[in-house]
Structure formats: C-alpha cells, structure tokens
C-alpha cells in the first residue's frame, strides 16, 4: 500500500488555490500535470509502499506523535518552482510555520517511523501544497508567470495528522484518508 502523511486545509482554500491552478493551465497548457482540487494538501512525509500488517503499528506511533503535540497554524508563503526556474520540476506553494511546533514534530515523528523500520527521510521538514508536475522540460518564463497570480496568504489550522493512501491509476493519483490522528487542543 502506497502512503504518505499529510495535513489537510479547508475546502475553502482548497477552491482559492484551484482557482489558481486553473488561470496557470491556460498560461501552460502542455507538460505539466495538475494536481486536482481534492487532491490538494500539505505534505509532511512520503512513506511509500508499507505491508498491511504494519499499518496497525504505523497507526500506532502515529497516535503517540498526535497526542505529545498542540495544533499551530500555518500559512501559505509563496508559489514556487522547484528546483528553480531554469530547471522547473515542481510547481508549489510553500508554507509559512509561525513557531517551531512543527519541527519539533517531525522529528518525533521520523523517530518513530525508524524504530518501525521506515527509511529515515532524505529531505528536512519542508511544508508545502503541490500545484503541479512536469512531465517534461517546459520552457517558461516562471517569473513573468508567477508575478500574474495572485499572492496568497492564508492562514491554516494544523489540527491533525492524516495517512493517506495513494492509489495511481492512468488519469492520475487517487488519494484516500485511512485515519487521521487529532492534536491536543492549545491551552486556553
């Protein structure tokens, strides 16, 4: 089973980015595979494929992390191609963290998913929201591009910690929550 871990955000914004995602496929119209609206969200960590009969351990450790952290808020930062623009692969929204919950988070959680065998991630702690891929080398220029969207900055509540299953099929990705794991409340 293909997995990874994600945090959702509203419908709301979900129609605000796609609104974008919509005005930037009639800029580019080739080469770049859109993400669809409800398939938007913020990824924290790629698990890739997991046995079935690790999952009710992954759960687990996942409740654990969930239950030693506050929910925090977010906001987007800036659309974004990934690498750069020279050698574009990905285009996405970054994410703004306002303390350091997250961080302190992640690291917990990488802790925990290397004491159940997963691979210790490559990658640090790099909130975002993928808009798109590119299937090949497009020649664009981002910057002019980019400058054309509207600049968003929405604030968004971290609540919960979600494992997603994904299901690839021709047409694209088919994203499925199996469970969602509830952060403490903040103290009033």
Known sequence: MRLFLAFTISDYLKEKIYQQIEFLSAKIRYGIKWVEQENLHITLRFLG???EE?????????NKVANNHRTTIVSLNKMEVIPNVYRARLIWYSVKEHNDYLPVLFSEMEMELTKLGFKKSDHPLNLHITLGRMKTRIKANWQEILSQVEHLTDDININKI???KSTLTKSGPIYKELQSFPLMEKER
Request: glycine share 0%; proline share 0%.
């Open 49 to 51: 494929d997991t046995k």
């Open 54 to 62: 690790k999952i009710y351990q992954l759960k687990s450790a996942l």
């Open 162 to 164: 979600v494992l997603m």
